[in-house]
C-alpha cells in the first residue's frame, strides 16, 4: 500500500484462478499448523476479497430516517486526502509484517 505508484505497472501484476488461490491457502494454513505459525493468507480471506459484494443503505434510510453527510465521491476523495496526508507515513512507520508470525 505504501509502495509508490509506478511500481504497480500493469504487465507486473499476476493473476492467479481464484481456485490455486484456495489451494495455496489451504497449503499455507496447513504448513502454519505444522510450525505454529499464523498467517492472513487464509481460505476465508480469499474467499472475502474474491466474493462481489453489494451495500445497500435504503433499509436504514426508510427505518432509521439515516441520510449520508456526505456523498460517496465526496468520502472518496476525503479518504484520498486523509491518504495522502497522514496515512502512508503511518503504514510506513508500522514494523514490517511476516506473513508467518510465531504466536
Request: net charge positive; hydrophobic share 35%.
Amino acid at each position: 500500500m505504501g509502495a509508490p505508484l509506478e511500481d504497480f505497472k500493469p504487465r507486473s501484476i499476476t493473476k492467479i484462478p481464484r481456485w490455486w488461490a484456495l489451494c495455496m491457502a489451504t497449503a499455507t494454513e496447513a504448513w502454519c499448523t505444522v510450525t505454529g505459525g499464523t498467517t492472513e493468507f487464509t481460505r476465508f480471506s480469499i474467499r472475502y476479497l474474491t466474493t462481489t459484494q453489494w451495500y445497500n443503505i435504503e433499509k436504514a434510510r426508510n427505518v432509521l430516517g439515516y441520510e449520508p453527510r456526505v456523498t460517496l465521491e465526496e468520502s472518496v476523495h476525503l479518504a484520498t486526502k486523509w491518504w495522502k496526508e497522514r496515512g502512508e507515513r503511518e503504514y510506513l512507520e508500522k514494523p514490517t509484517a511476516t506473513p508467518f508470525k510465531k504466536a
